[in-house]
């Protein structure tokens, strides 16, 4: 009787597991869910608590339960092929017909589009294969701020609604890894240093309307 309810026991706990979820930090505040949108799984590999590998042909989404007004920050090292594709300012279900700030990241260049329509090229920040980069996505209230090391890629402002959910995809025959990834409340960063940003990038003329 014993072995038969400890049989069922590990039927519930097995049926229990979900191979599409994942999580990472999970001993911080802000700890980050994930969801593997690809039907391969295989092409997904968690390698740390804060780390993971995306092959050619996946697709993740990840968000911090309830975060919407976030700064995202990535250490992105691209391992092969051309580059990876961000999506924020969207959802996971329904995606990609629901609306979307897309940001592309690659060996050619950045560029970022809203709905399909054209927002900016940056052709002098490239990834290069086998270097570290650190990507940092900024949703403020209608502001949105995308930089790539200490360089940015795109200040301004956007209609679309701040959601929780940031989706990541590498191009075809492209893999890349993510490690140190925190997704932060913009308004406990120090309000300070936030404020004086984007003041300093509205007086040059960098926040785009």
Do not use: W
């Amino acid at each position: 009787m014993k072995v038969l309810i400890l049989f069922f026991l590990i039927i519930i706990f097995f049926s229990g597991c979900h191979p599409d979820r994942f999580s990472l930090n999970k001993r911080d505040d802000n700890r980050i869910e994930g969801f593997i949108m690809s039907p391969d799984f295989e092409k997904v590999e968690i390698t740390a608590d804060n780390e993971f590998i995306l092959y050619d042909g996946a697709m993740v989404s990840l968000r911090t339960l309830g975060l919407t007004q976030l700064l995202a920050d990535f250490t992105v090292t691209l391992i092969n092929g051309e580059g990876l594709t961000f999506y924020f300012r969207t959802v996971q279900n329904g995606f990609p017909e629901q609306p979307f700030i897309k940001f592309d990241y690659t060996s050619r260049g950045c560029s970022v589009s809203e709905n399909g329509r054209l927002l900016v090229t940056v052709d002098s920040i490239r990834a290069k294969t086998k270097e570290e980069a650190r990507i940092i996505i900024m949703n403020d209230g209608k502001l949105i701020n995308i930089t790539v090391d200490c360089d940015t890629v795109f200040c301004g402002r956007t209609e679309l609604n701040a959601t929780e959910f940031i989706i990541v995809k590498p191009y075809e025959r492209s893999s890349a890894l993510f490690s140190g990834i925190f997704f932060n409340d913009v308004i406990t960063i120090n309000e300070e240093i936030r404020e004086s940003i984007i003041y300093e990038k509205t007086r040059k003329g960098m926040i785009q309307r």
